[in-house]
């Protein structure tokens, strides 16, 4: 099965969604360690705040937000049916509104038990019928998202907690697409139909919620401010934090100086590696490096002279001194990946990567080229992570005689050169990027498949596109395994680190890592707690 039609439209979306750059910016100069502790004091009054760097850029309405920021209000106002377990650093998927479910042989009829008394945050009950409520205007809305229920061919409720989910044709990865962050979310369907307007309630929830999650929105300020209030109803655990303040900041030394002086609880995967040495190893703070499913990579182009032969591929990236470039440039948020696939998406490690690292192979290729030869190294604007390391990388193709430059892009040029891959670099040094859920299908085809939108230049293989297809009907991991090995022949691809996401917090607050899990860059706020 080919999801051409979601690839289309989740082309640019993707990008947002899924790069989260690891900057890298000076850090700023915060409180003396003399009033640190005054200064960072746990709160009296129940509010956590967790600082925001920049606009969440969407309004918060789980089938049109498709970015990371506010994912903070998305995942602690909304629930699914399932979700990533938290605090594991492998794919697994836990129970959220469904309590368990069953999957038929095929993998076409999935039947969801749903969590018997969970109510809406207008007090209605949560049922089985809201499941396709919500699975018809996650459709209707066409958000970038929706591909996760276009497959969906019926939903069947034949009593109030069983859904029995029908799909057009067989997907082992239907879990995964409802247990990604961006997966569709259970929404009030008195609530939709009551601020539906125009425009199947999107602009109601620009700045209202209508899920069931631990928190609610109860005051909106786009561009300022978000607060969270703790739902008395919430089926769940409850924190002692009963409201959520998210303030926005522009810049990330503002981030910090609030953070430093204790007007900010925690920062999730915001600040950049420069900061590491002032926070990592202080004892006024706690520093939390947590799993993720995203990557450094590196993509070449085919298309280019420079690259248009696979040994040529295979030379320059195993001229990459991985672990060197790691430690040196990502340092603890990351480690060297030793898989095709992010880290546990096949059990065991299978899909081993087995490049090697030899830079002779390069230096003997270098040799064969006309005097002068130039060629680029290309990163996205303002990751100045993947910038330190195309430069690198750059020093080393100068050394060998070959006139090589870093060139930054806008992200709207990148994801323009599947288009016409020539008008692009010959090599693209990506710092953070992902899928947007665990399963190795969603891997495999947005990074190898030409259609998927992250194979930036198109280098793809018709078979591997096919194993793809057949594996995800399957679920089988040694077609998938063999998929990858089959890719990473074409030396378009390689697997730089496992990136984490850091997360700064005061000593105070107790739970982060059983908040977070491995799908999303954010915490579940009913998980954490004070220090007694």
């Avoid at 990008?15 to 709160?43: E, F, K, Y």
């Avoid at 496992?498 to 977070?516: C, F, I, M, P, R």
Wanted: with cysteine.
């Amino acid at each position: 099965m080919r999801f051409s039609s979601f690839s289309r439209r989740t082309r640019t979306l993707l990008a947002t969604a899924a790069a989260v750059p690891l900057i890298a910016l000076s850090a700023c100069s915060g409180g003396s360690s003399d009033d640190q502790g005054a200064a960072n004091a746990a709160p009296t009054d129940g509010t956590l705040t967790v600082g925001l760097l920049g606009d969440i850029g969407q309004p918060p309405d789980p089938d049109v937000y498709y970015a990371n920021n506010g994912l903070a209000i998305v995942l602690n106002t909304y629930e699914g049916l399932v979700q990533y377990a938290n605090d594991k650093d492998s794919v697994e998927i836990a129970p959220r509104l469904a309590t368990s479910w069953d999957v038929n042989a095929d993998n076409t009829v999935y039947t969801f038990h749903l969590r018997d008394g969970v109510t809406f945050h207008d007090g209605t009950p949560f049922t089985s019928a809201a499941v396709k409520v919500a699975f018809d205007r996650r459709i209707a809305v066409e958000g970038g998202a929706a591909y996760m229920v276009e497959g969906v061919q019926d939903v069947a409720t034949p009593d109030d907690l069983t859904a029995v989910v029908t799909l057009k044709a067989a997907n082992s990865a239907f879990l995964d697409y409802l247990a990604s962050p961006f997966g569709p979310k259970m929404e009030s369907p008195t609530a939709l139909q009551s601020n539906a307007g125009s425009d199947d309630a999107q602009t109601y929830l620009q700045t209202h919620d209508v899920g069931t999650g631990p928190y609610t929105i109860s005051d909106a300020q786009p561009g300022t401010s978000w607060t969270l209030k703790q739902y008395d109803g919430y089926w769940g655990d409850k924190s002692p934090f009963t409201t959520v303040k998210l303030p926005i900041y522009s810049d990330v030394s503002a981030l910090q100086l609030a953070f430093d002086q204790g007007d900010v609880s925690a920062v999730v995967a915001a600040l950049p590696s420069s900061s590491l040495k002032k926070y990592e190893k202080s004892t006024d703070y706690a520093s939390y490096m947590l799993p993720t499913l995203q990557s450094a990579l590196v993509t070449l182009n085919p298309s280019k002279d420079f690259f248009k032969d696979q040994d040529a591929r295979l030379a320059f990236l195993q001229s990459i001194d991985q672990k060197s470039l790691v430690d040196q440039v990502l340092g603890s948020r990351s480690e060297p990946a030793t898989t095709l696939y992010a880290k546990g998406m096949i059990p065991g490690g299978a899909d081993k990567q087995e490049l090697t690292y030899d830079p002779s192979v390069l230096t003997a290729y270098a040799k064969t080229l006309p005097a002068g030869t130039a060629m680029t190294i290309g990163f996205a604007s303002g990751n100045t992570n993947a910038e330190q390391m195309a430069n690198i990388q750059a020093a080393k193709l100068q050394a060998l005689g070959v006139k090589a430059t870093a060139v930054s892009y806008p992200t709207s040029q990148v994801f323009g050169w599947i288009n016409d891959p020539t008008q692009g670099p010959d090599a693209f040094f990506d710092g953070n990027n992902g899928p947007d859920g665990g399963s190795p299908y969603m891997w495999g085809h947005v990074f190898w498949d030409a259609s998927g939108g992250i194979n930036y230049f198109g280098c793809e293989v018709a078979d591997v596109n096919a194993q793809l297809d057949q594996a995800v009907a399957t679920g089988d991991d040694a077609l998938y395994v063999k998929a990858a090995e089959e890719y990473a022949k074409t030396g378009c691809y390689y697997n730089l680190s496992y990136n984490k996401d850091w997360v700064l917090a005061q000593k105070w607050l107790t739970g982060v890592a059983a908040s977070h899990n491995i799908g999303a860059n954010e915490l579940d706020f009913s998980k954490l707690g004070l220090e007694k």
